[in-house]
Nanobody, 120 residues
Framework: QVQLVESGGGLVQAGGSLRLSCTAS????????MGWYRQAPGKQRELVAT???????SYTDSVKGRCTISRDNAKNTLYLQMSSLKPEDTAVYYC??????????????WGQGTLVTVSS
């Protein structure tokens, strides 16, 4: 069974930095796109950043220049380096991967979420 385990969230002051990690475990043939999403209290979940299997990245406008998404394919791990954090970045952050199973099914899975709180 494929699982995602996230870590790295916490409380940080405005202007600070955090690095989120998301590691996939289980039998996976190939991980394709990976992404970070977030959901603030009372708001819908939104896309933060994505990275393709060949390393191409994209970001939502609100985090451009402040966040860097990366992946370590050997470790099946996704990262999100966040800096210059703002109170409006406060949210539960979720990772999501699109992958191909060993039975050649194309699936996706979400992490359990990690809370990031930015104090002013």
């Amino acid at each position: 069974q494929v699982q995602l385990v996230e870590s790295g969230g916490g409380l940080v002051q405005a202007g600070g930095s955090l690095r989120l990690s998301c590691t996939a475990s289980g039998i996976i043939f190939r991980i394709n796109a990976m992404g970070w999403y977030r959901q603030a209290p009372g708001k819908q979940r939104e896309l933060v950043a994505t990275i393709t299997s060949d390393g191409s990245t994209s970001y939502t406008d609100s985090v451009k220049g402040r966040c860097t998404i990366s992946r370590d394919n050997a470790k099946n791990t996704l990262y999100l380096q966040m800096s210059s954090l703002k109170p409006e970045d406060t949210a539960v952050y979720y990772c999501k991967i699109d992958y191909r199973s060993i039975s050649s099914r194309y699936l996706d899975i979400w992490g359990q979420g990690t809370l990031v709180t930015v104090s002013s």
